[in-house]
């Protein structure tokens, strides 16, 4: 019973270098997403995936790209990392396309961007 | 543009009393409104949500939430609290007029809820 699993759970790179996150569900779920936790922030949206095949922005997308490679995955890419992206960054999923929908969540990767 | 508030950075309370944990939101129509729950080096895990109907709200571990539209608020409590329960909680709106496909939530910053024997 995976739920969510995201991969890797810690990361440290240096200003500019790329790195992508992981993320799958084994949940049949249509819709994913990518949060980012900064203290005194909350989670903020960067990007989601509302079914196969389709990606939209979220609240903070700048610096992110995204893929979302079948029903099961959905990565998400740094190209060129800066300070200001050291975050725990959080996937999620949701049952189907009832917007009313609870998200499940991974338990996170923490990045740190030196 | 939907937004939560959550005035409270940290709730202290003693087990066995009971716990407020409050939340108040801010969308153009109606809410949809959901608790989370995260422990410490985990994600989040959902508590309870209300889409229509009663006021209050039953959800997992013995918590409940009281919906109030005119003072949009949507506090979460409980009323015997366990140390287990201390973790961080983070409250989180939907505009039900939203008519996209996806859930997405808007969160609070989040309220760090420390019960101590």
């Known amino acids: 019973n995976a739920g969510v699993t995201q991969t890797p759970k810690f990361q440290v790179l240096k200003t500019g270098q790329s790195m992508t996150l992981q993320c799958a569900q084994d949940?049949?779920?249509?819709?994913m997403y990518w949060y980012r936790q900064d203290p005194g922030m909350g989670l903020r949206l960067i990007y989601y995936s509302a079914s196969e095949g389709t990606t939209d922005k979220g609240e903070v997308p700048n610096g992110y790209n995204v893929s979302r490679l079948n029903k099961r995955e959905f990565s998400l890419r740094l190209e060129s990392a800066a300070p200001s992206q050291t975050s725990v960054y959080f996937c999620a999923s949701s049952l189907t396309g009832d917007s009313n929908g609870e998200l499940f969540f991974g338990e996170g990767s923490r990045l740190t961007v030196l | 543009a939907q937004s939560v508030a959550q005035p409270e950075d940290q709730v202290n309370v003693a087990e066995g009393n009971p716990l407020t944990v409050k939340c108040t939101y801010s969308?153009?129509?109606?809410?949809?409104l959901f608790w989370y729950v995260q422990y410490p080096n985990r994600g989040l895990q959902f508590l309870l949500k209300?889409?229509?109907?009663?006021?209050l709200v039953k959800g997992s571990y013995g918590f409940e939430a009281e919906f109030n539209k005119s003072q949009t608020s949507f506090h979460l409590k409980k009323p015997s609290a366990l140390v287990s329960d201390s973790a961080l909680y983070f409250c989180a709106v939907r505009d039900a007029g939203d008519t996209g496909t996806a859930s997405k939530l808007t969160f609070g910053t989040g309220t760090r809820l420390q019960v101590t024997l």
């Open positions: 969308v153009s129509g109606n809410p949809y």
């Open positions: 949940m049949n779920h249509n819709s």
């Open positions: 209300y889409i229509t109907g009663d006021n």
